[in-house]
């Protein structure tokens, strides 16, 4: 379990930088009063995101005198599964503690605004979605940046 402290250290800073991101969210409005603006300003989360990584992996590779592609591929492959293995218990507290009330402005917004009907609204905008959505999200999204990331923050190690 030593091996991995860091990338378990990186896991968490992320999932903490993701409860902080939702908190601007909300005191910006985007979980109320701007909630139209939420699906397209949500995702400049991923420019924090890819930085968490870039900075966590390189951080890593510091550490290790050889980190090559399959190396740094790991380490983010960690990273990714502690936030995704966090993610149902960053979804609750989100939830719960942060905002909420998000799933009742987003099925009134989405209702009011002829994206869903009431029960397409009721079926989408659910704890129970999101805690999948977030999961998966984190898992997928987790492994295309780190894949990415690593190209640029390996040592590539070339064989004479």
Do not use: C
């Not at 380490?75 to 507290?93: A, D, K, M, R």
């Not at 402005?105 to 605004?113: E, L, P, R, S, T």
């Not at 805690?131 to 923050?153: K, R």
């Amino acid at each position: 379990m030593k091996t991995y402290q860091l990338e378990i250290k990186w896991g968490v800073i992320f999932t903490i930088a993701l409860i902080l991101w939702a908190l601007l969210e909300r005191l910006v409005g985007l979980h109320s009063t701007y909630i139209a603006l939420h699906p397209t300003l949500t995702m400049l989360f991923a420019i924090v995101a890819i930085a968490i990584y870039v900075v966590a992996l390189r951080s890593i590779r510091a550490t290790r005198p050889e980190f090559t592609y399959k190396h740094a591929f790991i380490s983010g492959g960690i990273i990714t599964l502690v936030v995704t293995v966090l993610s149902p218990l960053t979804q609750w507290f989100i939830h719960h503690i942060v905002t909420p009330d998000f799933f009742t402005n987003a099925k009134i917004y989405a209702i009011d605004a002829g994206i869903y009907t009431p029960a397409e609204a009721d079926a989408y905008f659910n704890f129970n979605n999101y805690l999948w959505q977030s999961a998966l999200g984190a898992l997928v999204m987790g492994v295309l940046t780190t894949s990415i990331v690593a190209i640029f923050v390996s040592r590539n190690n070339i064989q004479k």
